[in-house]
Each structure stands twice: as C-alpha cells, then as structure tokens.
C-alpha cells in the first residue's frame, strides 16, 4: 500500500493542500488525490451532456463523454486509486447515460475494474441507474470532511464541486483564463472536470460569497503546472 501510494505522489503533476488536516494532492488533470485514503476525487463531469442539449436541437459532435472518460481514465492509471468519488453531476441528465458497448460505456467497464465508484448524486443526477458500478450516495464523511456536490453553509469542512470554478491572471502573454481550485482551511472547490462544461470566475459573488479567508488561494491548472494564486490578489484585480 505505501509503495502505490509514493508511486502515485511520484506521478502527480501539481500542488499539494490540507482541508481540515485532511491531506490532498491537486492534480493538472483536474481530480484531487488523497493519499492516505489511496482515493481520487473529481467533480462535475456532465457526461452525455451533448446528447442531452441535442433533445432540444443544439447538435454538438457527440464525443464529449468519451473525451471526458478517457481523461478520467489516465488519472486512474496514473495516480493509482483504490477508490473513486465523483462528486455529482457526473451526468447531465440522470436518464442519459453512455450506451451500452460505446467506447464510454466501455471505459466505465474498465475503470469499475480498477476502482471502487462512490457516486454522489447532485442536482442534475439527484439518482443514478441501478446498474451503475460501485454506490450512489448524497454525500460523504472522511475525516471530519464531508464530500458533498453543493457547498453548504453549515459549518462542516466540505470538498464540493457544482460551481465550476476558473480564475484570471495576467501573465506575459496577456489575460489568461484557467480552471481552478479553490481552497481555504476548510472548504476545497473542485474544478469541473467534463470536457464539455463552462466556468465560473471565482470573483463573482456565488463563489465569492462564500465567505473564504485571508489564507484562500486559487490553484489554476496549467497543462503540466498549478500555479497557486492568494484569493485576495484575484478579487483584486476585479
């Protein structure tokens, strides 16, 4: 066990941060990897999402889920987990899964080979089918932090997801856009990590309202990088 877990802290690609005393390892990929829990956790991936807006006639190419679920898959391989938290609105519409024997739905074949699945439902799958892989929760408690999809203000540590957070830096290139994380002592904001999903900047209220202290910092993803960013410097630069 300790030797997959230094392996896996070996192939990370970002930034380490404590929730509660809760120790976990952000990663370029977009997932957050807690290694004494040998545990991957990602948020929001609204797979099939662009089947569900060609309901309504908006024709997307159809590929997001695959794009989506192979991402999450190298995450696997490389990082190892013996558990995988996905922390709601894995689907976009609780009735749209991958079908059967599509190269997505093949991906989640593999990957419920590799890991244990802790669905949490959230408000676009608030249930999931009952022959997904692994169970379906509305949250999660693991060591005094509560995995939940939607930030609540009761108090508890959370790491949550539902906002889609991104921030903005100027830099030598000019303005640059990223997805982030976002965390304090007490609360980790997770990225959106479907392909096909927009963002929010964390300067605006419902993120910035969320009441984040002077030690909150940003963590913008960069494609081999995450450059950690004070809060307090982006809200700035509003």
């Not at 990663?27 to 099939?48: K, Q, Y």
């Not at 709601?88 to 074949?109: C, K």
């Not at 949550?160 to 000019?174: D, E, I, M, N």
């Amino acid at each position: 066990m300790r030797g997959a877990v230094a392996g896996a802290e070996m192939e990370l690609a970002g930034h380490e941060c404590r929730i509660a005393g809760l120790r976990l390892m952000l990663d370029c990929s977009g997932a957050a990897f807690l290694p004494e829990e040998s545990m991957l956790v990602v948020a929001d991936l609204h797979l099939e999402k662009s089947a569900a807006l060609a309901r309504f006639g908006q024709m997307l190419p159809p590929y997001d889920s695959l794009a989506t679920l192979a991402r999450l898959e190298a995450a696997v391989r490389r990082l190892r987990p013996e558990r995988l938290v996905l922390l709601g609105d894995s689907f976009h519409r609780a009735d749209l899964v991958p079908e059967a024997g599509s190269p997505a739905a093949m991906i989640l074949t593999r990957l419920a080979e590799r890991v244990r699945f802790i669905w949490i439902t959230g408000n676009h799958d608030p249930h999931h089918p009952a022959d997904l892989p692994g169970e379906s929760l509305g949250h999660l408690d693991l060591g005094g932090v509560r995995l939940r999809h939607e930030p609540e203000a009761d108090g508890r540590p959370e790491i949550v997801g539902h906002l889609h957070p991104a921030a903005r830096l100027a830099t030598r290139a000019g303005m640059q856009r990223r997805r982030c994380f976002l965390a304090s002592r007490e609360r980790l904001l997770m990225p959106a990590f479907g392909c096909l999903t927009g963002a929010l900047d964390v300067t605006d209220r419902p993120i910035s309202d969320l009441g984040w202290g002077v030690d909150a910092r940003a963590y913008l993803i960069a494609r081999e990088a995450i450059h950690p960013v004070p809060f307090h410097a982006l809200a700035m630069r509003r």
